[in-house]
């Protein structure tokens, strides 16, 4: 141990309850940063997981065609040339299997589905509701989604072998009292079916599971009357961040409109974000608190040992030596609070992750979510802020304490 840390430490030590009193500031700075950006960020990821279970990475929609118009050249009877209008859009895709194709030739693609969607209204014999019912091949759908994970009512298998059945969501089967092997009429484009609910399922987003009626795909083509095409392509990826940089290049070779997650859901995310940013912001003034209590601590250390500093002074020590001192007791007092805050945050987080807290709205969980896979960031950030403001505020009693002159503390006239 040097002498600069064994003096800090001794003057540390001298002055125990301020000292703890700093330290527990800390421990608690660093602590609840942890927790709440462990569970802001947790809640983040499964909304977002929730999302993309329900609507995949990307969708493929409208087709963009260019139209030109044709022009005869100056001087020439025979001569044209064609010049672009504008964006001429086409909706839904008019060769699903050939795009479809195309997709899974992408190298982050996992999976493609194509999906014949429309607007229904669905009767039983309690009340009618409108919904959408979205035609599917069964097997590639589920390659695409967390369908098969979403049935709380009912069997796939029941679905796939009946040509007339159907999934519906949770919300809005209690809406239409409904239940497992019951019948009801759907209607669109003046024609009308009648389909049995094979299952049901729940997302825990409310829009879907009010609104979500799957079919298989024959079935919704003949009740929309849409022998050909697709309404849109669902696509999942290996790695869902890279979206926005895939959507990009499909649309520039496929000539579609390709949407992102992050596009789709940007409402919602910035919600996420500006939650998180504001939970740091608190947390970070909690943090600023206990730098000041640092400071209260080394002000009243360099006020009570300032015959000690001039004895230090005297016997050679020089200022950055008085300097060293201080700052090494907001150091002792930081890497404590660091370690035990840690301890202290990634503990009290699984305590919370146990709390019950039933959520059925934008996603659905019964307890708080944690997002353990970035604990090593957030305990890193946690000690990132705690640094700086702990140093900060010990820089100015260090300097001050530094600045004292041996003769000026005999006379009393130091400052």
């Given amino acids: 141990m040097s002498p600069n840390l064994r003096i800090a430490y001794r003057f540390l030590t001298a002055k125990k309850r301020a000292m703890l009193m700093s330290l527990a500031c800390t421990i608690l700075g660093v602590g609840l940063f942890i927790v709440t950006q462990a569970t802001t960020r947790g809640f983040e990821e499964f909304f977002t997981k929730t999302l993309l279970g329900i609507n995949g990475a990307l969708r493929i929609e409208d087709k ?89 009512n009912g069997t796939l298998a029941d679905f796939r072998d009946s040509a007339g059945g159907a999934l519906m969501g949770r919300v809005l089967a209690d809406r239409l009292q409904l239940g497992v092997g019951d019948s009801f009429v759907l209607a669109a484009r003046g024609q009308s079916r009648s389909v049995r609910v094979a299952a049901i399922f729940e997302t825990g987003y409310r829009e879907a599971d009010k609104t979500n009626v799957y079919l298989h795909q024959p079935a919704a083509r003949s009740l929309l009357k849409k022998p050909a095409g697709a309404s849109f392509l669902q696509v999942m990826l290996h790695d869902p961040e890279r979206a926005p940089l895939d959507a990009a290049r499909m649309k520039q070779v496929l000539g579609h409109d390709v949407k992102p997650w992050q596009e789709r859901e940007k409402t919602w995310l910035a919600v996420f974000r500006a939650l998180r940013i504001s939970t740091g912001i608190t947390v970070t003034v909690f943090t600023l608190i206990a730098s000041l209590a640092m400071f209260n601590t080394l002000a009243m250390i360099v006020l009570e040992k300032t015959k000690d500093i001039a004895i230090l002074r005297s016997m050679g020590y020089e200022r950055r030596d008085i300097t060293q001192i201080f700052l090494w007791q907001a150091g002792i007092v930081l890497a404590i609070g660091a370690v035990v805050g840690a301890g202290f945050g990634v503990g009290v987080t699984w305590l919370v992750s146990l709390v019950p807290l039933p ?49 000026d503390i005999v006379r009393g006239t130091a400052q």
Avoid: C
Wanted: net charge neutral.
């Fill in 64 to 152: 963009m065609q260019d139209t030109m118009r044709s022009l005869q050249a100056a001087g020439s009877s025979d001569a044209y040339f064609a010049q672009r209008e504008g964006v001429k859009l086409i909706e839904g895709i008019e060769e699903p299997q050939l795009i479809a194709g195309a997709v899974r030739g992408f190298p982050n693609v996992r999976a493609v589905s194509a999906v014949v969607r429309g607007n229904v209204q669905v009767t039983s014999s309690f009340k009618t509701e409108d919904a959408q019912i979205f035609g599917i091949n069964l097997e590639d759908h589920i390659r695409v989604s967390d369908l098969a994970q979403q049935i709380t």
């Fill in 359 to 407: 959520i059925n709205g934008i996603f659905k969980t019964d307890t708080f979510i944690v997002a353990w896979s970035g604990m090593p960031l957030f305990i890193a950030q946690a000690i990132a802020t705690a640094l700086v403001m702990v140093m900060i505020a010990s820089l100015v009693p260090a300097r001050r304490a530094a600045r004292l002159e041996p003769g």
